[in-house]
Structures are given as structure tokens and as C-alpha cells.
């Protein structure tokens, strides 16, 4: 069975090439996913093995992140411009191959390195169309690059009957489930004629017949109602709307004002990206609207979960009053709270849909490098520290710093990233990071990590200690 192959640098994106091998897994099987040649056996030789392995696989996605082109070894010389190099071998085997498909995966924001940049062997890399994976659409990523796989695998083995069917059931099972959760988020549950009570469309009893009729209070899924009462109109979302609390990030992507019978409706599209392990909540009581003096609770009746390493969209809706033009998203995880200002008056454009895909309207975060070439954090005894990049990106409630980290072990005997201690002092208190590198770093060999700090948002100035052992090195960086 043709499979898939995932070639990426350690030093580079080892963490991304394995959550993408982790994803890939789940959707193909795991005897379909390899992530390079990581089991070879004394006295074997690589290329033959790299071969090998490239024979049983029908596409290569190739890794490609920041570091990727102009990764170094310990001498200093271009990791790429060597004969030898892992990478460079099992690129150019699968380049040479007419009948595998060759995909550029770029993460963390990397671009696609141009052909002057490659030798000889790797240049049709640079022609070939490149597919970016990003934290915030994860899921909708991986599911495109699972139909391309999907595709070229059919062409590779076309004896496999159940491949077209395969294929052909994952995009029936997405649009229903696309046309279930529609109707479920966005229509409501609507009550039975017979039950005689008010429906939460159109807040009028169905027996009634009065106020909104059937005709006008139906529309399709969350498409907005217009009544003599007013008309519907989108509102403006601020540039930082988005609130982290952790591995857990929220984010309004945009907001509708209805009528729903004789008042306004507030309707906002949420998006809550979940990049911990475990399952987090989704429901009405982690918001709130500060409106005035009042303090208003969601009408939405949203209660769903969201599993780890995923995203979802849903809608959030509150009851208001024809005088509110104004008002503060409050977002409530852990018993923390992050604060949105929402511009709630008319602004004559008509409303957005709703139920539309949209592809990372909210790829507007205001983040800024705070250093672009590798800085020498720590280098006494055995393991030393380099910071190969450092950036800051802004939420409501926090002002996350990033630290893109690599260790090197000279010593004799494997250590480990938890003898490295890392704070940040900032606005006058002292700070752990909410995420640092776990990893096992052999003798002689280098691992890589992020350290990722959560700052207040009013901080300019971060001073890095990193010890080891007794020994305290600083850093000073200025923030943006």
C-alpha cells in the first residue's frame, strides 16, 4: 500500500513534522505515514535505506521552516551545500522519481526558498506549488494536504477499489456534517408546532401567527432576519481580537446585529483553537457582554467540546436593547478573563454570512521580531543555550513572547532541557514560561524548542535569565 513519506530538518521543525505525522495518522493510518529513516541499523547504508523506504510511498511532504534553507552544521557550513546531508538526499531520490508527488509543507510562517538558493539536485523543488500549515487552521490544512495524498495514492495503485469510494465518502461526510452543525448552531432547536411555545428564531409562538411571519423568520441556517424593526448590518472587529489563556486561544471573527422580533441581536462568529492534548470547553458561560452598567449572558445555548490539537467555529449571540451602541466581550477561561471593545453601532454595510468557510481572516495579529539571528544565551559547562529567534504577538489579555530555542549537549552522557531554567522579569514580577522544550539531548547532539512566555500587555522591556546549574546568565531584550 503506497504511503506517505515526511521529510524535515531536527534542527528546524522536528516538532511540527511530528504533530503533522500524529495528524496524518489518525485520517490515513499509521501504516501509511513515515517520518524519514529514524530506525537505522548498524552498518546499513542510508541512501539504500532512504531508497527503500521511497519505493513503498507515493507522495514526500517536505518540511520547510525558518531555518530550513540556511541550517548550519557544528563547523559552520551549509547543511544543504553537503553531498551527504540527510534532507538533501531523500528530496532529491523523490524529486527524481516520475511518478511521486513531491509537496513543499511550510510551517511557522516560512517561505519558499527560491531555486538560487538550492543545489542542482534540489532545485525543481522551488517549482513545485507549496501548501502552508499554520497553528491557527491546523485541521482545515491537513485536511487538504489528506485529499491530495488521497489522490495521488489512487494514481499510484488504481487496483485499490476503495480508494475513489474513500475519497468520495470523506467529502460526503464533511458536507453533511458541514449542513448538520449549521442547522444545529445556527437555526436552533426549534420547537413542534404542537408544543404551542414561542420559537427562539423569532421569539413569537408558532399558533400565533403574529409578528414575524413563517416566511420571514425561516431563512437558511444563520442567515439574518429583517423586519420593520431594523435592518441587519455587520459590525467593525478591533485588530487585537483574539485572547490567550495558554495552549487555549479564542478569537471573534466577526459580528452581525439582527432583529429577532422586536430587539437586537448581536450574533459573534468565535473561533477557538485548542493546541493543548486534552478536550476544552466551548459554551455560553465563557462569555459575557458589559454593556453600560449591565452584564449580559449569551442566549446562543452553545455547549460543545473541543478536542485537542483542533479548531472550531461557533456562534455566540446576546439579546440587546436599540440604545446599546457600545460594549466588552468578556472571555472567562480558568478564572481568568481577557476583555474585547466591540463597536456594537450601525454601520450600513450588510451583514456577513455566517455559515461561510473562511480561510484565516484573522491572519491580522499584530506580532513584531524581537530578534532575527542567533544570540548565545548561555555557554558554560557541558550544555549551552542559543536563541535563534525571538517575537512578540499581541492578545487582549496578554502580550505573548517567543523564544525559538536550541541546546547543545558537548558533554560525555545524554542531559536533559530540564536542567536549563529560564524566567523573564517584566513589569516587576517575575515570570515561568507556560511552555518549554521537554526533550532528551544526546551526547554531542543539539534539540530544539520553544519557550513561551505570557507577559502583561503593557510590558516593554523583558530581562531573560537562564541558569544552569549555579551558574545565571541575563539578557535584556526590548518588546514591541
Known sequence: MAGTFISYRREDAAG?????????????GAARVFRDVDTLRPGQDF?????????????????????????????????????????????????????????????????????????????ALARRHAVSVRDETWDADVDRLVNVI?????????????????AAQLWVAAALAVVIIGLLVFNGRRPRPEDGTASPQTGVSP????????????GTGGTPISTAGGSPYTIDVP???????????????????????DAPELRLRVRIMNAARYDVGFWDDSFRLAVGGDVLSPTSGLNSVVPGNSLRYGIVTFRLRP???????????????????????????PPVDEQAEIADSLGQAIQAAVVREPLVLHDAGDVSVTLLRASTRRFANTLRFKLSLRMANQGRYDASSGAVTMRVDAAGEQRAPFQFPNEIIASKATATGDAIFDLPTTTTRAVLRTTIGDQTTEKTFELK
Open 16 to 28: 511540527y513534522a511530528g504533530r503533522l505525522r500524529e495528524s496524518l495518522e489518525r485520517k490515513l
Open 239 to 261: 485588530r487585537i481580537a483574539e485572547a490567550a489563556f495558554g495552549d487555549v486561544i479564542y478569537a471573534v471573527a466577526g459580528g452581525n446585529v439582527v432583529m429577532r422580533g
Open 47 to 123: 541512501v539504500q535505506a532512504i531508497e527503500a523506504r521511497l519505493a513503498d510511498c507515493a507522495v514526500m511532504l517536505a518540511v520547510i521552516g525558518r531555518e530550513w534553507t540556511g541550517a548550519k552544521d557544528l563547523a559552520g557550513s551549509r547543511r544543504l551545500d553537503e553531498p551527504f546531508d540527510f534532507v538533501r538526499i531523500e528530496i532529491a531520490a523523490a524529486l527524481a522519481r516520475p511518478n511521486m508527488l513531491v509537496v513543499p509543507v511550510l510551517v511557522e510562517g516560512a517561505s519558499m526558498p527560491a531555486g538560487s538558493e538550492l543545489p542542482d539536485n534540489l532545485k
Open 323 to 349: 440604545q446599546m451602541r457600545t460594549g466588552t466581550l468578556r472571555i472567562v477561561n480558568n478564572q481568568q478573563t481577557a476583555e474585547i471593545p466591540l463597536d456594537l453601532s450601525p454601520t450600513g454595510r
Open 207 to 218: 399558533a400565533s401567527g403574529t409578528a414575524d411571519t413563517p416566511a420571514a423568520s425561516s
Open 150 to 166: 488521497e489522490t495521488a495514492m489512487s494514481a499510484r495503485d488504481p487496483s485499490r477499489a476503495d480508494a475513489p469510494i474513500s
